[in-house]
């Protein structure tokens, strides 16, 4: 019987669970390289214990996805696969904070270069004209996957090459459901894929309206200052992202300025086949300094955070692109000058600035730029008790000081 395999994955939508956060070092700086972890090799080790703090306080779970989708597993999961699988996966201690129970990241160290192109429902490649030559013929998007099993000769657990996959055997599948481990979801890889011909047309249609938006996003983008290809941020899957991809861009800006942005609040609907402006949005925070490791520096935290709340709350993205609105989010692992003694730290949603448009044209419509700027708590709360006026008067403030929109960690106050 031809053995079976599945694509392992968090399930995200079960209410009331926890959600991980970034991997910090003993030093509680967020971890070098955290894609280590997602390689499909070894991890070098790490000085001192991994600690990952919870982002969003719920249900603990066995199996959870920390930041850049590491996979995070209870003990007793561990230990299924260090049964069964125990020359596949790295086994890597942390500590989860609040937790006395003893986590793990799972870590796993095979590489097999199995997708089968014509089994699966759609797949995309990049193109020379994205912009990234690094990338040219290796996976853009992978919808309806299928595994060439011929390929993945005694592996039980592994990732597959060039599209970021984690896949388990039928034997792991079933041990893990008998112990009854939360957080998990199963998705055959083996299977032939159900997938009539008119749902792969549809697939490819999806796929190429997506490509298009990025085009015209990244024309828009270069018009702010220079696109930095060095610096890829890997897109998570999922979430409340209207093509259920979050993505990020790194502009380099004038007088050594950085600006993130996010890149597909945006895209299409994924749900429709008409093309559309998603959200109509997308969110700029710019630092007057040049980042060099974005992965490890604050701005990427806090627009992700802010992002969050944006693709989530209807009342905030229609509120974000009519005006001024004021935002809290965690401030975990956030400099301490930005962190209200409640743990906060505050933003304020479209400041407009000289140096930046309020919108930017694509073929099928006008997407609001709406600017992401760091308050300090006096002026959170200064916001909170003063309301829409305060918000406003904030703004006077910020353009009077040659601020703007620009977000600093270190800045006298304006209130």
Partial sequence: MPKRFF???????????????????????????????????????????????????????????????????????????????????????????????????????????????????????WRPEDGLPEKVGTYFSVSGMRIDTSRVGDAQVFRTWGWDALIVSEDIKSALERLGATGMMFKEVTEPSPASQEARELNRTLVEQRQQMDAFRDVAWSTLGTLDEDIIIPIAVGGSWPALRQRWRVIRREAGRTMLVTHGLSDSFIERL???????????????ESVTDVSKSWPLPLLERVAHEVAEHEHVREGAKAGLLSLEVSGKGLPESLVTGE????????????????????????????????????????VKAHGAEGGAELARRFTESGEEHLSRASRPPVV
């Fill in 343 to 382: 743990g906060r730290v505050g933003v304020l949603l479209g400041m407009e600035s000289r140096s930046l448009p309020k919108q930017f044209s694509v073929p099928h419509g006008e997407v609001r730029l709406v600017t992401v700027k760091a308050l300090l708590p006096s002026e959170l709360a200064y």
């Fill in 7 to 125: 694509e392992l994955t968090a399930n995200v939508d079960l209410p009331g669970c926890w959600e991980l956060g970034s991997l910090l070092d003993s030093q509680r700086q967020r971890l070098e390289d955290p894609w280590r972890f997602t390689a499909g090799r070894s991890a070098s080790a790490t000085q001192g214990r991994i600690t990952i703090p919870v982002e969003r306080s719920g249900n603990p779970l066995d199996f959870s996805r920390a930041a850049f989708g590491t996979p995070v597993v209870h003990s007793r999961v561990a230990a299924i696969f260090t049964e069964l699988a125990p020359q596949d996966v790295q086994l890597v201690p942390v500590d989860v904070e609040g937790q006395r129970e003893e986590y793990f990241i799972l870590n796993a160290t095979r590489l097999v270069k199995c997708i089968d192109d014509q089994a699966s429902e759609e797949v995309s490649f």
């Fill in 274 to 288: 008409e093309p559309s402006l998603g959200f109509g949005l997308e969110l700029a925070l710019e630092v007057d």
